[in-house]
């Protein structure tokens, strides 16, 4: 018998970011199952090609972004200003939708044969990461204040 928490975080849609190596490695899934991926060498360009790579696999998959449930992005270890790109990306988003984020290691997401991570693999470490509710949230609903509002 399945665990009810598996058959619902399995059906959710995930998007996976790392930009962290000179490699911009995007992919969306249900569950562990990856739909649709993208792996290209950005160089020093992940601000500039990360979006429109993004939007074009978005809309190639026929996927809107409000459908999204979790974001998964790498932290590196490698460049800071490219993982910065990629965690900057997923807070974004993630505060627009109001929904988790998930940062895991770049080392986990390779394979032996890669030199960079794989789409598949950095969404099946946030998959795992999900199931066992190893999230943190990007927003805030109550408001915070420095000092009290005139």
Known sequence: MKNSKFEIRNSKLILAIDTSTEALVLGIGRGEELIAGHSSIAGRKH???????LEQLMKENGLEYKELTAIVVG?????????RVGVVIAKTLAQVLKIDVIGISTLDAKDDKDSYPT????????????????????YNLEPIYLREPV
């Open 47 to 53: 601000l500039e090609l990360s979006l429109p790579a």
């Open 75 to 83: 932290l590196g270890p490698g460049s800071l200003i490219g993982a």
């Open 119 to 138: 789409p598949g693999a950095l969404l099946k470490l946030g998959f795992d990461k999900l199931n066992k509710g190893q999230t943190s949230s990007a």
